[in-house]
């Protein structure tokens, strides 16, 4: 459950960085007061903690998750 937690959150923290990069336009900032407001920082921490969160899954070679049924890739 929480590996789709971290991928929800790691992709809406890269769609935001697709619109800083295509539009100049941070919708984070603009919904919460500008980027140095307190909630836009937690939440670029946020999506920074499910980032590193979401490396783990390169790691894990032995299971696979799909309809919360853990396979062996063998």
Excluded at 15 to 38: E, T, Y
Excluded at 43 to 66: H, K, M, P, Q, T
């Amino acid at each position: 459950m929480m590996d789709k937690i971290a991928l929800w959150i790691l992709l809406i923290g890269g769609l935001n960085w697709g619109l800083v990069g295509i539009f100049r336009f941070d919708l984070i900032a603009w919904a919460f007061g500008g980027s140095d407001s307190l909630v836009s920082r937690t939440l670029y921490i946020v999506v920074a903690l499910a980032a590193i969160w979401c490396v783990s899954l390169f790691f894990r070679r032995n299971e696979l998750v799909g309809n919360g049924v853990k396979e062996s890739r063998n």
